[in-house]
C-alpha cells in the first residue's frame, strides 16, 4: 500500500461524516437535471416546512405560508435582520449558550455571526472536495492553501488542523494575511519542494504569487492540476497571470462562510450551481440564496450582498448543475506597510469580527504610514477602539477612527470595505 492510499484510509477514518457527505454529494451529482431539480424542489419544501416549525423567526414570518408558495413571494432575509434576530435564527433544541458561534468579516462592509456546528463543518469540506474533483484531483492528493483569514488557521479553524492531521488528509495552509517578497520567495520554494496537486486560496494572493514566479522565472512542478481561487473576485488579469505560472487550470469557485458551497467552475470554465445545496435566485442582479442542508440555522432568500446572473443551457463537462455567471463583487484592496510590506484586507476584516453592532465599516488609506476606520451604527467601546489600534500599530500603521453616517457604495452597488489609494511600493 502506497503512503497515499494509507493517509486516505486514515482520513477516511478520522472523518467518516465528512466521507459519507462526499458519497451522497457524488450520488447527487449523477443524476439526470430533471432529477436534479425535482430533488431541489423536495428539498425546498422540507426546508420551509422545517424552518417554519422549528425556527422562531420563521415561525413568525412563514406563518400561514403553505410549503408548496413559490418561493418568489417569501421575505427576504437580510443581513441586518440576522444580526438583529439571531437567536430566533436557531432551531429549536440548540442551546445558545453552548452552540458554537461563526463571523464572517464582512466582505460587503457588514459583520456578521451565524450558528454552526461539527456537521456543517463536515459537509462545507465535503462539497469542497467535490468541487476539487471537478479539477481531477482526488483524494488523499496533495492540497496547498494560502489562507487570508487568521481564524481560520488557528487549531480548531476551518484549515486549523494539527501537523498529525495535515499529514492524514495531505493538506498545508500557509497563513497569507499578509506578503512581502520574503515570504513570497519562501511559498515558490515550498511549491517547488512539496510538489502538491491543488493551489487553494484568496484571488489576490495567488495573483501577487503567480506574479513572483513569473518574474523570477521560476518553474513549477508538473504534479499541479489546478489552482482554485476563492473569497475574492477573479479578475480575467489575475487568471491569466495566475493559469501562466502555475501551468494548469484556474477554478473559480463562489461560496460564504454562512452559507458555504454555492457554485464552482468545471474545466470548461462554466460556473455551476450546486442545486443539491442550495436554492439560488438572481433578482435585478442581486443573488439570494438559500441553503438546502443548514436545519441548524436555516437561511432562505438571503441577501448576502453579491450579484450575479443565472444562465441557461447546458456544460459540455456533463454535469447536470445549472449554471451562473458571477457579476462584480468582494473586490478588496492590500493595504502598504512599513519595509515593502502590504497586508491582506482580512487583516484588518478580523479586527471587526464579533462586533455586530457596527451597521457598516471601511478602512480607507490616503497616506503610507495611516489607515483610517470609518465605522457607521453605533459607537464602538474604547478598549475595543484601542485594541484595534494597537494590532495596526504593530504593523507599522496608526488607525484613525471617523465615524460617519452610512458608507457609500460604489458605482456598482457595492461596497468596498478596505480601499488603498496609495501606489504600491
Given amino acids: 500500500m502506497g503512503t497515499t492510499d494509507l493517509k486516505l484510509r486514515l482520513h477516511r477514518r478520522r472523518r467518516p461524516q465528512r466521507y459519507a457527505f462526499l458519497d451522497e454529494l457524488l450520488a447527487t451529482q449523477a443524476l439526470s437535471r430533471a432529477q436534479l431539480l425535482q430533488k431541489q424542489r423536495a428539498d425546498l419544501r422540507a426546508m420551509l416546512r422545517f424552518a417554519r416549525e422549528n425556527t422562531a423567526w420563521y415561525g413568525r414570518t412563514l406563518a400561514g405560508i403553505p410549503d408548496t408558495t413559490d418561493i418568489a413571494t417569501l421575505p427576504i432575509l437580510r ?70 483569514a487568521r481564524q481560520d488557521t488557528v487549531p480548531g479553524g476551518v484549515f486549523g488542523g494539527a501537523r498529525l492531521d495535515d499529514w492524514i488528509a495531505a493538506e498545508r495552509t500557509l497563513p497569507a494575511h499578509e506578503i512581502d517578497a520574503a515570504k513570497l520567495a519562501a511559498w515558490a520554494h515550498f511549491i517547488r519542494s512539496w510538489r502538491p496537486t491543488l493551489l487553494q486560496g484568496y484571488a489576490s494572493i495567488l495573483a501577487a504569487l503567480a506574479r513572483f514566479v513569473l518574474d523570477g522565472k521560476l518553474v513549477m512542478p508538473a504534479s499541479l492540476l489546478g489552482v482554485y481561487s476563492t473569497a475574492e473576485v477573479l479578475t480575467d488579469d489575475q487568471r491569466e497571470t495566475i493559469g501562466q505560472a502555475f501551468s494548469c487550470k484556474v477554478f473559480n469557485q463562489y461560496g460564504s462562510r454562512e452559507i458555504p458551497n454555492i457554485a464552482c467552475e468545471c474545466r470548461h470554465g462554466r460556473m455551476h450551481i450546486f442545486t443539491d445545496m442550495v436554492w439560488l435566485e438572481s433578482v435585478d442582479g442581486d443573488l439570494l440564496v438559500t441553503s438546502l442542508t443548514n436545519r441548524l440555522m436555516p437561511m432562505l432568500r438571503y441577501e448576502n450582498g453579491d450579484s450575479g446572473e443565472l444562465l441557461e443551457g447546458e456544460c459540455p463537462c456533463g454535469l447536470p448543475f445549472p449554471l451562473m455567471k458571477m457579476g462584480v463583487c468582494r473586490q478588496n484592496d492590500f493595504i502598504s506597510a512599513p519595509g515593502g510590506k502590504r497586508l491582506h484586507p482580512s487583516f484588518f476584516n478580523r479586527l471587526l469580527y464579533g462586533r455586530t453592532q457596527v451597521d457598516a465599516y471601511q478602512f480607507v488609506q490616503d497616506a503610507p504610514d495611516q489607515v483610517r476606520l470609518r465605522l457607521a451604527g453605533a459607537p464602538l467601546p474604547e478598549a475595543a477602539l484601542a485594541e484595534m489600534k494597537a494590532a495596526v500599530a504593530a504593523e507599522g500603521l496608526t488607525l484613525e477612527i471617523e465615524a460617519v453616517p452610512a458608507i457609500e457604495r460604489t458605482q456598482s452597488g457595492k461596497h468596498r470595505f478596505v480601499i488603498s489609494r496609495c501606489p504600491v511600493g
Fill in 79 to 148: 443581513k441586518e435582520d440576522v444580526v438583529a434576530h439571531l437567536p430566533e435564527l436557531l432551531a429549536r433544541g440548540n442551546d445558545p449558550a453552548t452552540t458554537p458561534v461563526g463571523y464572517t468579516g464582512g466582505s460587503t462592509g457588514k459583520p456578521l455571526a451565524f450558528w454552526y456546528d461539527e456537521a456543517k463543518h463536515e459537509l462545507m469540506r465535503a462539497g469542497m472536495m467535490r468541487s476539487y474533483m471537478m479539477s481531477g484531483w482526488r483524494p488523499g492528493q496533495k492540497i496547498l492553501n494560502f489562507w487570508g
